[in-house]
């Protein structure tokens, strides 16, 4: 059964001094998932998000939240919406828990409710031994776990995290993580995580959606990404040997589902042969593996390594974000017959 949709965007534009930050954004969120806006900066996540919880006008569009118009019903949203910002501010010198039951009051949660729920979440977020340490002397980290127990205060529906993780030190940020997956899984939450760290949105994200130039590129999980973006050569195999010849390129380029063969030059730092070796890079839309080993027992040829490698976020990220050049000579199939 497929879950409830809880945030519908369709065709959303916005521009700012003919800039167009957001450009004919169509995208499907459900209850429960936690969903990846992968993007670099600039690419129009963070007017997304303002548009999503009422902050800023859409020159067009609709968008639906939780059955709401954001636009003219922000306030209703934001009862439901919980909104962590890069840099949430507290009053330093009140205490962590003073923080969250003045969120609470101004939520119109009762004093004994707010203390109870302000209590029990500082628990949650790892921050319980520092319930009564001033708000000014957390740490970055502290400051964000405290930051997403003020969103989870008032029990929202959705949570929206515009780049949580900022100034983390790498420890802090996969506990940060995992904490937004345990309490997505355990609440129920449906969480839009916006980022443009794809390690962070490949590490607990059930779908991504990318995000280039105001444009939404392709959206899904990961399968589906590359079959979307990386349909040439979603797999490919590496093979080293000490020679190769024409037969041996051509009888590789025959096996089915081997879309182009690469001679990976010298010079490639990633992909670099030992000494007197020839790497061969081919690219699948399937694994063929075996049919590739197969070919080099048949001929007779040398074979001192075959690895296998199914790209992911991180391809797809160079390719269309970072860009990246390709090094060495490609052999297309149909050039190789």
Known sequence: MVAETVIDIQQLSKSYSGHQAVDSLSLQIRRGEIFGLLGPNGAGKSTTILMLLGLTEPDSGNIDVLGMNPTREPIKVKRRVGYLPDDIGFYEDWT?????????????????????????????????????????????????????????????????????????????????????????????LTVLLSSHQLHQVQQICDRVGLFVSGKLLAEGNLPTLSRLLLTDTPIVITAEMDHVDDDLLNRLAGIEHVNNIQIVNGDNEAFRPSEGHILLQIGCSEDCSSAIAKTFVELGASLFSLQRKQYGLDEIYRRYFAGGDEHGSKRSKKAAK
Do not use: C, F, W
């Open 96 to 188: 962590g828990l003073e923080n969250l039951k003045l969120t609470a009051r101004l939520n119109g949660i009762s004093n004994k409710e707010a203390h109870e729920r302000a209590i029990r979440l500082l628990a949650e977020v790892g921050l319980k031994d520092a319930a009564d340490k001033k708000a000014g002397a957390y740490s970055r980290g502290m400051r964000q776990r405290l930051g997403l127990a003020d969103v989870l205060i008032k029990q929202p529906e959705i949570i929206i995290l515009d780049e949580p993780t900022l100034g983390i030190d790498p420890k802090g940020i996969d506990e940060l993580l995992a904490l937004i997956s345990n309490l997505s899984r355990e609440q129920g």
